[in-house]
């Protein structure tokens, strides 16, 4: 580059010889700013933990004591992957996960109950109700931006119990968490 | 003077420039201690976070080789650098957990001359014990 510029000299007139050094001027610029950019984009800071959120709170939603699984009321024993079909609302959800902030992760749980070869929905709870419908349509339009959420959805088999019968289900839940 | 030189003078401006820029901002991200901030705050959130869903009693080691203090309230966990400064003007970096009414949290402010101690559940109640009985944990 340095030999053609030496070139130009003498041989075109000074507004050209400007010309074609502004043309440098900006590849250089463009080259220094895509180098920058690619340092900046690579020095992470972030710690992003939006995958195992879901995680914990479905945990928690299943395995703790006082939330939606059933619990023998004689020996206190908790029977995990069993839903007590009565403890399945919203205000229980509610109160075995809250934030001091609300935005948070919310939640929708669907109970499905298998008659024949096809599930049917049996019961739907919310886990913080609000916000769930805040932000699941962002979430489910793909919108991305810090006023948009993340969608997860985990299915498993369980078993629910009601009026002191047994019977098989699935469990369909999909958290929404605030990006 | 010709174009030519003007050039010259550019480019050279403009590369010391960059290498001025590239070079602070690596320099403080490698001397930053944000990210390690911000993995403790969630690890340790998302960890109490875990322990409310145990059924009965709860005890995990946990180690902090970093220089932070920290604090577990009833709603999330603070770190902040090490420093004499007060809490308030100190850069904190936190992370809610999600607490329940079934299980108390008992808040806790840990310095930095405590790097092992462990997280207890017992009795529905989380907190953090240290090894050295003489230790009093102050509240955030």
Do not use: C
Not at chain 1, 76 to 82: C, F, R, V
């Amino acid at each position: 580059m340095i030999k053609k510029i030496k070139l130009l000299k003498g041989k075109k007139g000074t507004a050209e010889q400007w010309l074609e050094i502004i043309s440098y001027i900006i590849l250089i610029s463009v080259v220094m700013v895509l180098i920058f950019a690619l340092v900046n984009m690579l020095i992470n800071t972030g710690v992003n933990v939006q995958n195992i959120q879901p995680e914990v709170a479905f945990y928690r939603i299943m395995y703790s004591p006082n939330s939606i699984t059933y619990t023998d009321n004689i020996t206190g024993e908790l029977y995990t992957g069993i839903i007590d079909l009565d403890r399945f609302d919203n205000e229980i959800l509610d109160k075995s996960i809250s934030y001091s902030y609300e935005k948070q992760i919310s939640a929708r749980l669907d109970l499905y109950t298998v008659i024949g070869s096809r599930f049917k929905i049996k019961k739907t709870a919310y886990l913080n109700q609000v916000w769930y419908e805040r932000l699941e349509p962002l979430a489910s339009a793909g919108i991305i931006g810090l006023g948009s959420a993340k969608k997860f959805v985990k299915i498993i088999p369980v078993t629910y119990e009601e009026e002191g019968d047994f019977y098989p289900g699935l469990l369909r839940a999909v958290f929404v968490l605030p990006n | 003077m010709n174009s030519f030189l003007y050039f010259l003078i550019f480019a050279v401006a403009l590369f010391g420039l960059f290498v001025y820029v590239v070079y602070n901002k690596v320099g403080a991200a490698v001397g930053d201690t944000a990210f390690a901030r911000r993995l403790y705050a969630r690890d340790m959130a998302l960890l109490v976070d875990s322990m409310h869903a145990a059924d009965g009693n709860f005890t995990i080691a946990y180690e902090m080789p970093w220089d932070f203090d920290f604090g577990l309230t009833d709603e999330k966990i603070i770190i902040t650098e090490h420093s004499d400064k007060p809490l308030e003007k100190r850069a904190q970096t936190s992370f809610l957990f999600g607490r329940n009414e079934y299980v108390d949290v008992k808040p806790v402010w840990i310095n930095r001359s405590i790097i092992m101690y462990t997280f207890k559940l017992k009795n529905d109640t989380i907190y953090i014990h240290v090894p050295s009985e003489d230790v009093v944990l102050p509240e955030p």
